[in-house]
């Protein structure tokens, strides 16, 4: 199993910015998606952002323009910067990657870090 490990989270004013990181440990795999998603208190969880191997990204509408999401293939890692963020931003903010190992595909998350925007 692949593990991700999170950092950035945090309370942020609106309008302000904040950048998430994720680093995979581990050797023997290569990751193809990462990406980033969120869950608020009582709603299900949410794609925000993803990006491929090659560098294709795909966000939520919610945060186009606002958020932007880039990876290090060498340092196995992947990164959201967010910006203007909203009070409905507000989140426990969860990494994620799809990964090959041995010819076989897998899924793995990180333990989530909480994002509040707030005055």
């Known amino acids: 199993q692949v593990q991700l490990v999170e950092s950035g989270g945090g309370l942020v004013q609106p309008g302000g910015s904040l950048r998430l990181s994720c680093a995979a440990s581990g050797s023997g795999f290569s990751i193809n998606l990462m990406g980033w998603y969120r869950q608020a208190p009582g709603k299900e969880r949410e794609l925000v952002a993803s990006i491929t191997s090659g560098g294709s990204t795909n966000f939520a509408d919610s945060v186009k323009g606002r958020f932007t999401i880039f990876r290090d293939n060498v340092k196995k890692a992947v990164y959201l910067q967010m910006g203007s963020l909203k009070p409905e931003d507000t989140a426990v903010y969860y990494c994620?990657?799809?990964?090959?190992?041995?010819?076989?595909?897998?899924?793995?998350w990180g333990q989530g870090t909480q994002v509040t925007v707030s005055s």
């Open positions: 994620n990657a799809q990964y090959v190992r041995v010819g076989s595909t897998y899924n793995s």
